[in-house]
């Protein structure tokens, strides 16, 4: 049976999330479906679940040049502790990035650009090369303005499935489910760093502060407003930088 937005929403768009998790991963996509992770803050409880389901879907992680190596040590031990098989550590293409980077600093500069250049473009590579369809993320309503309307099941302009099966938990279902599982802290949560991305990029919050307001706080001065999304889930044609 051919996949369609319709038909997906209809059958699992008020769904519980283990069992939306086992109709992607099992009987609508398999074996054409991909977890995106960036072995953040919060990654740990949607990784486990998918091990939950099936511990050999690819697992994608976007290698940017820019982590913290905390991150990178985070993403090795969760692989471990999770018993997950597939991870694939998604890089830039070099001769693109010697070309529009060659001093590594323009996140500093043109942040759409880079974001496109060390997440958007592999990413794209790597669904075609893969044939991928659907792609599970952990994106959460709560988080920011842009995503407070996000659905459950959504199609992307390139026709790849957007699932979010993490869509309407709140920040306090999280942690009842991480500490269930016990799964481990990425290390630079205690620090104060809530939600994390590529380290020239992100600062720790304090607790009064959206959970997010770290990321891309230099862009205030660059753009009209803090810069909310790395591209991932921005339709292209949304997307400005400076070439």
Known sequence: MTASLTRLQSFYGETTTPLLLHAMIKEEFPGSI????????????????VAEVNPKTPVLFLDTGKHFPETLEYARTLEKYLGLL???WLTPD??????T???GELWSTTPNRCCWIRKVEPLNRAIESMGILAL??????????ERANMQTIELDENGVFRINPLADWSRNDQREAVLSR??????????????IGCAPCTLPVG???????????HTVGIEDEQKAECGLHVPTSAMTWSV
């Open 86 to 88: 597939n991870v694939h």
């Open 182 to 195: 016990n799964i481990p802290p990425h290390p630079l949560v205690a620090k104060g760093y809530k939600s």
């Open 136 to 145: 599970i993320t952990g994106r959460k309503r709560y988080q920011t303005a």
């Open 101 to 103: 980077d060659p001093t």
């Open 94 to 99: 070099t001769n693109l990035l010697n070309r």
């Open 34 to 49: 991909a977890l995106l992770t960036s072995f953040g803050a919060d990654a740990g409880l949607l990784l486990a679940l």
């Open 207 to 217: 607790d009064d502060q959206d959970e997010r307001a770290g990321r891309w706080a």
